[in-house]
């Protein structure tokens, strides 16, 4: 059975950093994009993060480029979403999600498996 399993989040201060992970399992994980997604309260789901098998290229949302840090260990089957300088609009539950697509799309489209989520909270 598929599995993606997000952890990290917490409440931090903004200006704050926290780490993401999402330990997945169930599939070739190495053949997988994996994206990071947020959804807050009354908005609809976006992508913010995204990470390529085999080049390991990445796409991110302009929300949140030059702040947030994907990166993946294929050993561990393992994706990470380094958060910094944190706002109060970053305030979500974040997701992560595995593509059988190996590369990123800019649509943000086609993710086969998704996890729970993670709650992350930002206060001003």
């Known amino acids: 059975e598929e599995q993606l399993v997000e952890s990290g989040g917490g409440l931090v201060q903004a200006g704050g950093s926290l780490r993401l992970s999402c330990a997945t399992s169930?599939?070739?994980?190495?053949?997988?994009?994996i994206g990071w997604f947020r959804q807050a309260p009354g908005k609809d789901r976006e992508g913010v993060a995204c990470?390529?098998?085999?080049?390991?290229?990445?796409l991110y949302a302009d929300s949140v480029k030059g702040r947030f840090t994907i990166s993946r260990d294929n050993a561990k089957n393992t994706v990470y979403l380094q958060m910094n300088s944190l706002k109060p609009e970053d305030t979500a539950k974040y997701y992560c999600?595995?593509?059988?697509?190996?590369?990123?799309?800019?649509?943000?489209?086609?993710?086969?498996?998704w996890g729970q989520g993670t709650q992350v909270t930002v206060s001003s």
């Open positions: 990470i390529s098998d085999g080049d390991d290229s990445t």
């Open positions: 169930g599939f070739t994980f190495a053949a997988y994009a």
């Open positions: 999600a595995a593509d059988n697509y190996p590369v990123c799309k800019s649509n943000w489209r086609g993710y086969d498996y």
